[in-house]
T-cell receptor, first 112, second 109 residues
């Protein structure tokens, strides 16, 4: 357990509105990740961070941005939500490369 | 990214051993093999990982082929709570980990 809290856990929003999902960790692990999970696609990496202000794109980053201004928080922003971004979003962290990943409980986002 | 191949689904009976296979024929010498599982309505959780030697922990065992092109996750005595999607992934020491679709394991009472 790496003390990950995701908020909000559930959100319904309308197309075109901005949305920010927050991932908060209590363990100060260096590496943090945002994944989305959709039926038939498994888990897909959106963005990841390897330190404060150090982020990079994953395999499905279009339409998403991230920020990490402090070690404990990793924010995922949808600037203008679309229905294709309806998904369950998982945050994860780990303290070192090759170490185990710890996941949060997920945030379910519905874009109408 | 290195790719793994797993069966889409498997079925087993309660209190019997379960062997979940994973093929990773393009594995590199320094890639670690990780296994995670995801219970319904939860985030994935770590199960086990290894490099070359077989590994055991309280949850499972990991058997790695001598050529490292395949591995098997072994649940020694399945319970209903082991019903989950199991993911085999290769950790190349890069910053990102890529998950496939995993194996959905069903446990029959």
């Amino acid at each position: 357990d790496a003390g990950i809290t995701q908020s909000p856990r559930h959100k319904v929003t309308e197309t075109g509105t901005p949305v920010t999902l927050r991932c908060h960790q209590t363990e100060n692990h260096r590496y943090m990740y945002w994944y989305r999970q959709d039926p038939g696609h498994g888990l897909r990496l959106i963005h990841y961070s390897y330190g404060v202000k150090d982020t990079d794109k994953g395999e499905v980053s279009d339409g998403y941005s991230v920020s990490r201004s402090k070690t404990e928080d990793f924010l995922l922003t949808l600037e203008s939500a679309t229905s294709s971004q309806t998904s369950v979003y998982f945050c994860a962290n780990r303290d070192r490369l090759l170490g185990e990943l710890f996941f949060g409980e997920g945030s379910r986002l519905t874009v109408l | 990214d290195a790719k793994t191949t797993q069966p889409n689904s498997m079925e087993s009976n309660e209190e019997e051993p379960v062997h979940l296979p994973c093929n990773h024929s393009t594995i590199s010498g320094t890639d670690y093999i990780h296994w995670y599982r995801q219970l319904p309505s939860q985030g994935p959780e770590y199960v086990i990982h290894g490099l070359t030697s077989n590994v055991n922990n309280r949850m499972a065992s990991l058997a790695i082929a001598e050529d490292r092109k395949s591995s098997t996750l072994i649940l020694h005595r399945a319970t209903l709570r082991d019903a989950a999607v199991y993911y085999c992934i290769l950790d190349q020491g890069a910053q990102k980990l890529v998950f496939g679709q995993g194996t959905r394991l069903t446990i029959n009472p």
